[in-house]
């Protein structure tokens, strides 16, 4: 199944369900149908700035992951781009099971690892 080229950024299907980038801006979350299933947008881009996205970054990660086992690790801006960077486990309903700062505002890295060792996801590069 391929995803329509309107997206700047798209992650694989699974479990019937992909992380699409709009405009270099938001994820969204489409079906195979291309309908968006989960009513939440996830900014990948700080409000008032002209950064790249998240997505669209050398750092290893260049498109979202996929769902495993109903979850999914998401980076994204809180409160519409507003807020601090964060790193959270979604469900496939779009609900935050778990999430934690992953930068201060000076952009210091804070190290999630040891809040995430229960769901057994570990972030950054091998």
Not at 4 to 9: C, E, F, R
Not at 38 to 55: E, M
Not at 109 to 121: L, M, R
Request: proline share 4%; with cysteine.
């Amino acid at each position: 199944i391929a995803i329509p080229g309107k997206y700047s950024t798209a992650g694989p299907f699974s479990e019937g369900i992909a992380a699409v980038e709009v405009d270099g801006r938001y994820i969204i979350f489409i079906d195979k149908s291309g309908r968006q299933v989960i009513d939440k947008r996830f900014y990948t881009v700080k409000a008032g700035t002209r950064n790249a996205s998240l997505y669209s970054t050398p750092d290893g990660c260049d498109h979202p992951g996929g769902f495993v086992k109903g979850l999914m690790h998401i980076r994204y801006f809180e409160n519409d781009g507003r807020g601090p960077l964060v790193n959270a486990l979604i469900d496939r309903e779009g609900k935050i099971i778990l999430k934690r700062i992953a930068a201060t505002a000076e952009g210091e890295v804070v190290d999630e690892n040891k809040d995430f060792q229960a769901y057994k996801w570990r972030f950054g590069r091998d």
